[in-house]
T-cell receptor, first 112, second 115 residues
Framework: DADVTQTPRNRITKTGKRIMLECSQT?????MYWYRQDPGLGLRLIYY???????NKGEISDGYSVSRQAQAKFSLSLESAIPNQTALYFC???????????FGPGTRLTVT | QKEVEQNSGPLSVPEGAIASLNCTYS??????FFWYRQYSGKSPELIMF??SNGDKEDGRFTAQLNKASQYVSLLIRDSQPSDSATYLC???????????????WGLGTSLAVNP
């Protein structure tokens, strides 16, 4: 079984809709991250969490919110989706003592 | 100046050749350096990490780090068509950031290995 899972894997939604992307991990890592990736713009950090009570904004948090429900679960919400949020979204995890990150398979989100 | 810079490519090499991918970084306090491989539409996959100056070898891959010159490179020996992917360089933000250290990502270099 995959160590980091994301649901859904693909989603098409309309402008203005609320959508939640979910991430679960079995690696036992404390730190979890949400990224988006757009062609030519690379990976950009949306939010990150170092433990359940520690949530931080990344470089592009506007229009997004997160919830860390447990050590193993980190959800990303788009309160009112807009077309320029169309992207590939990745969840990642890392151990508190090390910094390499392990990625989930990604969610391809399309906002029409 | 971007914090982590990579040549976008594409870098094209023939099968069996050595592919050399380079990455420069701006934060002199950076201590950890990572290479990821990403196939189109897939998630980044960790290939190697390196912390100390010099070379680190793992199979066909060698990471090279030069902190004085602030660059890290990845060599892929005996390149195979299956190595065709985008290679991402990631650098930690530096010891001064303490617990807020995060990875800073380059935009990646596209590698094409031609049969």
């Amino acid at each position: 079984d995959a160590d980091v899972t994301q649901t859904p894997r693909n989603r098409i939604t309309k402008t203005g809709k609320r959508i939640m992307l979910e991430c679960s991990q079995t690696k036992g890592h404390d730190r979890m991250y949400w990224y988006r990736q757009d062609p030519g713009l690379g990976l950009r950090l949306i939010y990150y969490s170092f433990d359940v009570k520690d949530i931080n904004k990344g470089e592009i948090s506007d229009g997004y919110s997160v919830s860390r429900q447990a050590q193993a679960k980190f959800s990303l919400s788009l309160e009112s989706a807009i077309p320029n949020q169309t992207a590939l979204y990745f969840c990642a995890t890392s151990d508190s003592g090390e910094y390499e990150q392990y990625f989930g398979p990604g969610t391809r989100l399309t906002v029409t | 100046q971007k914090e982590v810079e990579q040549n976008s490519g594409p870098l094209s090499v023939p099968e069996g050749a050595i592919a050399s991918l380079n990455c420069t970084y701006s934060d002199r306090g950076s201590q950890s350096f990572f290479w990821y491989r990403q196939y189109s539409g897939k998630s980044p996959e960790l290939i190697m990490f390196i912390y100390s100056n010099g070379d680190k070898e793992d199979g066909r891959f060698t990471a090279q780090l030069n902190k004085a010159s602030q660059y890290v490179s990845l060599l892929i020996r005996d390149s195979q068509p299956s190595d065709s992917a985008t290679y991402l360089c990631a650098v930690n933000k530096g010891f001064w950031a303490g617990n807020n250290r995060k990875l800073i990502w380059g935009l990646g270099t596209s590698l094409a290995v031609n049969p």
